[in-house]
C-alpha cells in the first residue's frame, strides 16, 4: 500500500471493493474510527460515516455522490461461465467423497460421475440460452425463499412462501423462473436443522402446485448433488438469445414507475443469499445482474 494520503485510501478501497462482501457492524466502527485517526476532515474532506443509499436514485445522502453500476464485460462474462461450470463439477466431486465417507456401503451414488454435473448445467444454460417464447425475467433461488424463517423445529421447505413471491412478482408483470433442488419436488425429503435430520411429506396442494409450474416452465429442477447455486448464478447472466431475439433485457425508471417494477438489468434476481460460501471465486468477477433482497415475511399459511 501506499505510505498515506488519498493514495492510500484509494488503494484500500479498491481493495475492499474487490474482496469484502459486506461489513458487520463492529468492523464498520473499527474502519471508521481508523479513517478518522488517518485523515481527520483534513485530507480533502474525507467523510467517514454510514449512511443508507437510496434504493431509487443511488445517492449518497452525505456526499451527494451517485453510485455507479459496474458491469462485466463480455470477455469477463465468458471467462465466469466457464467458471461457474468448472466450479459445479469441483463441488459435485467434493460433496460425492463425503458422501461416500459417510456411507462407503451406499450404493445410491456408486456410479456417479463428475461429468454429469457438468453436463446437467451445460445443459441448462444451452436450454435457457435457446428456448423460445417470452423470456424471464425474474429468476428465484428457491431454496432460500422456501427456507426464510424456517429454522425452527417444525420448519419446513415452505412452497407457501415461494407460491406467495411468484405471485408478487407476476403481479409486477414479471416472468418467473424458480430454481429448486431436486429433493424437493419428492413426495418425502429430508432437511437439516441445527445438524439434525428432519423428514417432511409433501401436501396434495404442493405436489399440485409444483406440477402446474412444470408444466408451463415455471420450474428448474437442479439434479441430486449439484448445487443449486451456481444455476440461478449463471443464469443471471445469460442473454436468452432464443426467446429475447437479441433484445437487451432491462427495465428503464420509467417503465418501472408506470409499471409497478424494479427498474435495472433482467434477468432480475430474488434472494437473500450474499454468496458468503463463493465470494472468494465469484466476488471479483460478478457485478451486472440485478439483485433483489426478498426480506419481506409472507403471510401465514391459510
Not at 112 to 120: C, L, S
Not at 127 to 135: A, M
Not at 154 to 166: E, I
Request: contains cysteine; hydrophobic residues 40%; glycine residues 8%.
Amino acid at each position: 500500500y501506499p505510505a498515506g494520503g488519498r493514495a492510500l485510501f484509494d488503494a484500500v478501497a479498491a481493495d475492499m471493493a474487490e474482496r469484502v462482501l459486506d461489513i458487520e457492524e463492529a468492523d464498520a466502527d473499527a474502519l471508521r474510527t481508523s479513517l478518522a485517526a488517518c485523515f481527520g476532515g483534513s485530507d480533502g474532506g474525507l467523510v467517514a460515516e454510514r449512511v443508507a443509499i437510496d434504493k431509487t436514485t443511488g445517492v449518497c445522502p452525505r456526499t451527494g455522490t451517485r453510485l455507479r453500476l459496474i458491469g462485466l464485460e463480455e470477455d469477463q462474462k465468458r471467462q465466469m461461465h466457464g467458471d461457474l461450470i468448472t466450479m459445479s463439477g469441483k463441488q459435485y466431486e467434493e460433496y460425492l467423497a463425503m458422501v461416500k465417507k459417510r456411507d462407503p456401503s451406499g450404493k445410491q451414488y456408486r456410479n456417479a460421475d463428475p461429468g454429469k454435473a457438468v453436463e446437467a448445467i451445460t445443459n441448462f444454460t444451452n436450454w435457457l440460452d435457446e428456448r423460445e417464447g417470452e423470456p424471464y425475467t425474474a429468476i428465484v433461488d428457491g431454496a432460500n425463499v422456501a427456507y426464510y424463517g424456517q429454522g425452527f423445529a417444525g420448519g419446513t421447505f415452505n412452497y407457501h412462501q415461494l407460491q406467495f413471491m411468484v405471485r408478487a412478482l407476476e403481479q409486477m408483470n414479471e416472468n418467473v423462473l424458480v430454481v429448486v433442488p431436486e429433493k424437493y419436488t419428492h413426495d418425502r425429503y429430508n432437511m437439516n436443522f441445527k445438524k439434525k435430520k428432519a423428514s417432511r411429506t409433501m401436501t396434495h396442494a404442493t405436489r399440485s402446485l409444483i406440477d402446474d409450474w412444470a408444466a408451463v416452465r415455471k420450474l428448474y429442477t437442479v439434479p441430486s448433488l449439484c448445487l443449486d447455486d451456481y444455476y440461478w448464478m449463471l443464469a443471471s447472466m445469460l442473454l436468452q438469445c432464443g426467446s429475447a431475439r437479441g433484445w437487451p433485457l432491462r427495465v428503464s425508471p420509467r417503465e418501472a414507475a408506470a409499471g409497478g417494477q424494479w427498474p435495472g438489468a433482467r434477468l432480475m434476481l430474488v434472494t437473500n443469499n450474499r454468496m458468503r460460501d463463493h465470494c472468494g471465486v465469484i466476488l471479483p468477477r460478478i457485478r451486472d445482474p440485478a439483485s433483489a433482497h426478498s426480506a419481506r415475511r409472507p403471510p401465514p399459511a391459510a
